[in-house]
RNA sequence: GCCCAGGUGGCGGAAUUGGUAGACGCGCACGACUCAAACUCGUGUUCCCCUGGAGUGCGGGUUCGAUUCCCGCCCUGGGCACCA
């Protein structure tokens, strides 16, 4: 048999669209096992050979859990709805669900090509109604839902209404924002408009007036990781901050059980330790001091460290602290106004970009300490942020370095009161050391100064602990067309949800997708943008993690009309096994899947709340650009070697245009782009020396490889193989095309092992190698370490190589262990070998421990640590018996030379040190 | 600035409950086949001042023995960033 990948490809590929070997059973006797890969945007730039990475690696497993017999469900599909598709139909006017049609087809030809054992039949696409139409049922029910603190669980609204009508919000533990408050009386009288109001503040899914980072040349909000350095992620136009009445989804409410409930989770420590920083949970407390200048009020500020309060020597509020206008004196009235016009000019963007300035204003009033009773100087800066805690801070110079630099910038005192450090020079942040200065804390530890300090506010009224956190709630609402429509009305003005047999709410078609000429979204151009009721309806649609938060349950039950997914269904398959997907998407899609997740099992709609297992995140592959030379001011491209010190600049040449010496192929680069067809070269006849550069792979650096290209010249397999062989599957890595000769030579040596096919049983050499095998591809399976698998592959194949035979059941064997790496070669010759079904169920091989054991024992010889020779001893030989064989060795005398022999360390079936000296 | 991951030949990388550093592959060199080239096959390939010595980012330490453990630094990648 000859290795023709090409003819092998097209063949099985055929075969499995044919027999669907690959679609996921319901129900089943099986265990069940659930491989997920983070489905794709389908962009108009097709996939490289970066994309399938994970893709292959999940493959290879989902394969494997069949072999070991379990039912496997390892589906796709496509986040669909995105802005690439949108700005598209800007240009174009062509409707983006046209647009996002014919990327698809593009994506999964180029995804068929590699031979993947998708379950296509459960394939779904987050822009269809029918699947978005669920996405609006979870909202709904988001709408329909409150947080109850004290139950740590999301429940039905009606309760909460239940609470209102009998206690108002009094003894109320529900996650709100703002300051909401009421009576019983007064929730009787009131109107639904204002009741509405009130719940809005309690709604998961609710509208506040919150600053939103507004691009203008989009006409879109965007969510702040949309957001780099000031400007939008895709197209780079300018955001500015405004403030608008925005859907948000309250994410906040779940901050402590998405904390806690990464500790169950199975994923790399980087990706939760990258969540843990997202939430910022911050344990301290809130304390309340007086202001005599507002008789009623206090001024409240959170901090983690109430054990220096002894330390305050001054309080800071925002610039926009709703109290700055009424605590300024009238003498500073001026300045403070003035500061403030200042801060609010300086955009996000600067005060990020400049956090060294120091800058600020006496209001002129002051706060009493609440233990001690001395006035303490209110000043306002903009290093206090509005959007967290209070906005207002106490601030202890001697122990935190951003109050000690305001300090010393405007000559406050410093007051030492924990032990240690030059505070007057330096803040001592420290979170150790012992209590001085500090009345009744004197003496004693921060960690207990902490816990006397509060219990001594709570005593008093003073104050209380508190947990605050830095995740803040999620802005739902786009002013986008291509978008999963929000299933709101407007009943006079107040919002209510569409009723649920009236979704799907399907995307309108309009005219343009802008927005109006009066700024209102796309979706305001539609005719007749209402209810059945005649209600207008909302016109922002959902963002692009909407969809992508719930995919996973989809998959598990694709096409049901009349749930999101039948509840046995999700019984049985339960949490994602394993999950392979970016790094990138650490923060988003995996913190709002989770949140989804939780709030669908507190609502009881869901088995679990974590949806994610295990979680693996695959690393880039990373191109490697080549740069040509170009003598600045001309078209004279000169060979890297030949620069000479003169001033050149360095030009992205693609790397199809480069030859196997890292020079240029010139009369190609003439022919690329028009700009280039009158170059020059030096020198005159080349060759014309490239410069290489390891990048991210993108089209702009014109380092894209195309993995359709690899597969049509070496075949799927080889592909696969490489992919996985580059190294460790988490971390990046260079593609180098010129490796792949490796995969494809192991290829062929595998098919021609077919020729030392007999019928004689298998010899004992053979086996060993075969149980070798077998015993460490089970185990890279268990840790995703593919590139250790194919080593071990080449290690077997060359030894079996160097047999003149080979028995049948051990190339039927190795075919089984091959084929979730290259399953194309691997079924060609399990039917070579006389199997008349596909191989993607057969069994795989069981290890047998009585093949790898070893007749002879090789001991290194070390003199002090350094390996000198080896000895051979049977299996089992007792160390004394190996130290008297090294006594007496002809080597031994040798290394001794004259010194003694201290020492004879035998680890039995490891190594011999002998320690001289 | 803080947090996380990592640093091993010319290159991708292998080996960590401490036990032969450099598996496997690329590249390179030489040889066989060939009129020749490609393919294929075989041999060699960490470095050096080569009977020996050095060596896993750098400097220390623990140990009979350290890529692996400890302390201090440097560098690269990623995340967060006036978060009280």
């Known amino acids: ?258 904390l806690d409930g990464l500790d169950t989770l199975d994923w790399s420590d980087s990706i939760k330790e990258t969540q843990r920083n997202w939430i910022g949970r911050s344990q301290g407390a809130r304390v309340r001091f007086a202001l005599p200048s507002l008789s009623e009020s206090a001024l409240e500020v959170f901090t983690t460290r109430p054990d220096t309060l002894f330390g305050v020597t001054f309080m800071v509020v925002a610039p926009e602290h709703p109290l700055l206008d009424v605590l300024t004196s009238q003498a500073q009235r001026n300045e403070v106004m003035a500061y403030r016009e200042q801060a609010s000019r300086r955009s996000e963007r600067e005060r990020q970009a400049d956090t060294k300035t120091i800058g600020g204003a006496f209001t002129g009033a002051f706060a009493t300490h609440p233990f001690t009773g001395a006035p303490i100087p209110l000043w306002t800066s903009d290093y206090v942020l509005m959007g967290y805690g209070t906005g207002a801070i106490m601030a202890v110079p001697a122990h935190d370095s951003r109050d000690h630099a305001f300090a010393l910038h405007f000559g406050l005192p410093i007051v030492e009161v924990v032990a240690g450090g030059d505070v007057q020079v330096a803040s001592h942040d420290a979170k150790e050391g012992t209590l001085i200065h500090s009345d009744f804390l004197n003496g004693l530890e921060v960690s207990d100064a902490i816990e006397q300090a509060i219990q001594s506010l709570a005593s008093r009224n003073l104050g209380e602990r508190r947990i605050q956190y830095r995740l803040r709630d999620a802005v739902f609402g786009r002013q986008r067309y291509w978008g999963e429509p929000i299933p709101i009305v407007y009943r006079e003005g107040v919002p209510e949800t569409l009723p649920l047999d009236q979704l799907p709410l399907v995307l309108p078609t309009v005219d343009a997708y802008l927005p109006t000429e009066d700024g209102e979204p796309p979706l305001a151009r539609a005719q007749g943008w209402q209810s059945a009721e005649g209600l207008p309806l909302e016109t922002t649609t959902m963002p692009g993690w909407a969809g992508s938060s719930w995919y996973f349950l989809r998959y598990m039950d694709p096409q049901n009309p009349a749930r999101f997914a039948d509840r046995e269904k999700m019984d049985y398959w339960g949490q994602v096994d394993v999950y392979v997907g970016g790094s990138e998407h650490g923060t988003g899609h995996l913190l709002y899947a989770r949140f989804w997740s939780h709030f669908l099992h507190d609502i009881g709609c869901i088995p679990m709340a974590e949806p994610f297992k295990k979680l693996i995140n695959q690393g880039m592959i990373q191109g490697v650009s080549a740069f040509v030379h170009r003598l600045e001011g001309t078209q004279t491209f000169v060979s890297a070697d030949a620069v000479n010190g003169r001033k050149t600049q360095k030009i992205h040449v693609d790397v199809s245009l480069v030859l196997g010496d890292d020079t240029l192929n010139t009369q190609e680069f003439k022919d690329w782009m028009p700009a280039f067809s009158d170059a020059l070269f030096e020198p005159k006849e080349g060759p014309i020396l490239l410069e290489r550069e390891v990048e991210k792979m993108s089209k702009s650096k014109h380092n894209v490889i195309n993995p359709d290209a690899i597969c049509a010249e070496h075949g799927a397999d080889a592909l696969r193989l490489y992919e996985m062989f580059l190294g460790p599957l988490e971390q990046a890595k260079p593609w180098d095309t010129k490796g792949l000769s490796g995969v494809t030579g192991f290829l062929r040596k595998v098919t021609r092992l077919l020729s030392k096919r007999a019928d004689a049983p298998a010899d004992k050499g053979e086996l060993k190698t075969l149980h070798k095998l077998i015993e460490k591809v089970e185990k890279d399976m268990s840790t995703l370490s593919f590139n250790t698998t194919v080593s071990a592959m080449m290690i077997a194949v060359n030894e079996w190589s160097s047999l003149s035979q080979l028995s049948t059941q051990t190339l039927k064997d190795f075919a089984v262990l091959l084929s979730p790496l290259a399953p194309h070669l691997a079924e060609e010759m399990w039917e070579t070998l006389g199997e008349m079904h596909g191989i993607s169920q057969a069994p795989f091989p069981v290890l047998k421990a009585e093949y790898l054991v070893e007749d002879n024992q090789q001991y290194p010889v070390q003199f002090n640590g350094k390996t000198r020779f080896f000895v051979h001893v049977p299996q089992g030989t007792p160390p004394a018996e190996v130290e008297s064989l090294i006594r007496s060795h002809e080597k031994t005398e040798g290394y001794v030379e004259g010194k003694i022999i201290r020492k004879i360390i035998v680890v039995p079936g490891r190594i011999v040190n002998v320690v001289i000296g």
């Open 1 to 258: 048999m000859e290795y023709r990948p090409a003819e092998l490809d097209a063949k099985w590929q055929a075969r499995w669209k044919a027999e669907q070997p690959f679609a996921a059973a319901f129900p089943s006797e099986k265990p069940k096992f659930y491989v997920l890969d983070m489905f794709p945007y389908p962009s108009g730039a097709g996939l490289h050979v970066g994309h399938p990475l994970g893709y292959i690696a999940s493959d290879i497993l989902a394969r494997y859990m069949r072999h070991r017999g379990y039912n496997v469900l390892h589906p796709m599909g496509y986040d669909a709805f995105g802005l690439p598709a949108e700005q598209y139909a800007i240009q174009t006017g062509q409707h983006p669900a046209i647009t996002t049609e014919t990327n698809i087809q593009r994506y999964r030809e180029q995804l068929d090509r590699i031979g993947f054992s998708f379950d296509w039949s459960r394939e779904v696409r987050t822009c269809q109604a029918d699947y978005y139409g669920w996405t609006q049922w979870i909202f709904v029910q988001l709408f329909h839902s409150w947080f109850n603190v004290s139950t740590q669980k999301a429940e039905g609204i009606e309760r909460l209404v239940a609470h209102l009508a009998k206690n108002g919000t009094k003894d109320l533990h529900a996650a709100h924002h703002g300051e909401p408050s009421c009576t019983a009386q007064e929730w009787a009288n009131m109107d639904s408009k204002q009741r509405e109001e009130l719940l809005q503040h309690y709604r998961m899914a609710f509208r506040s007036d919150s600053v939103v980072n507004w691009c203008p040349a989009l006409g879109t909000v965007l969510a702040n990781d949309e957001v780099v350095d000031g400007r939008s992620e895709r197209g780079g136009h300018p955001v500015v901050q405004k403030p608008m009445l925005q859907w948000s989804l309250r994410i906040s409410a779940y901050a402590q059980k998405l």
